[in-house]
């Protein structure tokens, strides 16, 4: 089984920036592709970034290109989601989740899960 633990999350004012780290580990499992999600308020749960850790090819949601970079730290099995330029609508619980693909950032084809950790940007 695999364990996804999440840090870096705070609170910070439009146009600053966090980053956030996922540390990967399991027993005889790894995920092909580490993702990393958020969830606002009233709002459905919205892939924000994956990266295939094979190639380290990387997708974003079309809102966050330009801004946020997802790498990669095999070495230390850890995930890094580095956002910049946040806006208010940034702010949800953002959650870091294996899978067996990056093929899309579909909710389903991920079935591990971390606990989230908050980001909240102010105006």
């Known amino acids: 089984q695999v364990r996804l633990v999440e840090s870096g999350g705070g609170s910070v004012q439009a146009g600053g920036s966090l980053r956030l780290s996922c540390a990967v580990s399991g027993y005889n499992y790894s995920p092909n592709c580490v993702a990393w999600f958020r969830q606002a308020p009233g709002k459905e749960r919205e892939g924000v970034a994956g990266?295939?850790?094979?190639?380290?090819?990387?997708l974003y949601r079309d809102s966050v290109k330009g801004r946020f970079t997802i790498s990669q730290d095999n070495a230390k099995n850890t995930v890094y989601l580095q956002m910049n330029s946040l806006t208010p609508e940034d702010t949800g619980m953002y959650y870091c989740?294996?899978?067996?693909?990056?093929?899309?950032?579909?909710?389903?084809?991920?079935?591990?899960w971390g606990q989230g950790t908050q980001v909240t940007v102010s105006s």
């Open positions: 990266i295939s850790r094979r190639s380290g090819s990387a």
């Open positions: 989740a294996g899978g067996g693909g990056c093929y899309s950032l579909a909710k389903w084809r991920f079935s591990d």
